[in-house]
């Protein structure tokens, strides 16, 4: 008798990819939601009264982008462009996020693609039922993928296969921790941390003016750090392959796709990306674990503003050349 093969199924939500330092007595600071299925904390210095209402509002920005760009609800824009199959026009929102995805994918060779949708949902590696594809159902999802997939003109999308399935999963994240920090900004807030699973962003320093301490967890040895950055009003994103995976005789299955093979990028165990906004070191993260420690090296040694750490398949680490001047 042959049954089918057990999935182990090791699914880890809400494992925040970066550790806070903690400060005493900074508990009541924080504020917590579930949104995009990840636990977001939002920490802020000062009186709690008078911020509360400004975190709610940031809490309310998060979810109208979740709203706009899930792939699990189907009126969302997204939804909308992936179950289209003539030109279709998203807002004016989304057409920018789409931009700047879209130059990230060309920068990055096309490692980081938002058309990777029917991909995701092949593999199923986020749902109970994970699975490892065959060659055939890899060559299926993988029709008509790219950089050049999709035309935006204005509002305006065109995809170039009408069955492509989009997913901002490796952006829309951190894009919705930019809205957040936004609102906070325009509340008032002048020190404040918000943390969506390993997408953080920071609008200025601590209360006590100092830089904000952010320590790197190691992708194997959970209750380690690899480093701590010393950061002020900048985003820093991990992205790794410990945090949403499944296991199959032995091999490890994880929610980062490399579009060229339709499997798990194997090159890196994590990428943390330091850059002046969320959005675009969420991506850059998920580019440069594709790409793996050398490529992804030079794609973020070239990008001003931009430092990166990143942890080979084999452990070791490799870093731009400015990640030791934001290190104690
Ligand atoms: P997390 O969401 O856990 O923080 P990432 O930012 O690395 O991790 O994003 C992973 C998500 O991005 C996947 O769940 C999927 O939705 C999407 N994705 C997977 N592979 C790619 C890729 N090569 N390019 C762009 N997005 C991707
Ligand atoms: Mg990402």
């Not at 936004?182 to 969506?196: H, M």
């Not at 904000?212 to 985003?235: C, S, Y």
């Amino acid at each position: 008798m042959f049954g089918r093969p057990q999935l182990v199924f090791l699914l880890l939500l809400l494992v925040a990819g970066l550790a806070w330092l903690r400060l005493p007595g900074d508990e009541q600071r924080v504020r917590t939601a579930l949104i995009m299925g990840t636990l977001v904390e939002i920490r802020l210095a000062g009186d709690p009264q008078q911020f509360n209402p400004a975190i709610d509002a940031a809490f309310a920005e998060m979810s109208r982008v979740e709203k706009l760009f899930s792939s699990q609800l189907a009126e969302s824009d997204v939804s909308q462009l992936s179950f289209s199959t003539e030109p279709f026009q998203v807002t004016e929102e989304s057409a920018a996020l789409l931009q700047r995805g879209r130059q990230i994918a060309r920068q990055s060779d096309g490692a980081f693609d938002m058309s990777l949708g029917a991909l995701k949902q092949l593999w199923g590696v986020e749902t109970e039922n994970p699975q490892v594809p065959s060659a055939e159902q890899l060559q299926q999802a993988l029709a008509g993928v790219g950089p050049e997939a999709l035309q935006i003109e204005g509002r305006t999308v065109s995809k170039s296969n009408p069955h492509l399935q989009i997913d901002l999963g490796g952006i829309a994240k951190g894009y919705a921790v930019d809205r957040a920090l936004e609102i906070l900004r325009r509340a008032g807030v002048t020190s404040a941390a918000v943390n969506a699973g390993g997408d953080i962003g920071l609008l200025g320093s601590r209360e006590d003016g100092k830089p904000w301490r952010i320590g790197i967890q190691h992708p194997r040895k959970q209750d380690e750090l690899l480093t701590t950055l010393i950061l002020t009003d900048r985003a820093v994103v991990t992205s790794g392959d410990y945090e949403r995976f499944f296991e199959k005789d032995g091999v490890r299955y994880h929610h980062i796709f490399d579009p060229r093979s339709g499997y798990p990028a194997r090159d890196c165990q994590s990428v943390t990306v330091v850059a002046a906004d969320v959005a675009s070191a969420d991506a850059l993260a998920t580019a440069a674990f594709v790409l793996g420690p050398q490529q992804g090296l030079q794609l973020l040694e070239q990008l001003p503003q931009v430092e990166g750490l990143l942890v080979a398949a084999d452990g070791t680490l490799h870093r731009t050349s400015g990640l030791a001047a934001l290190e104690p």
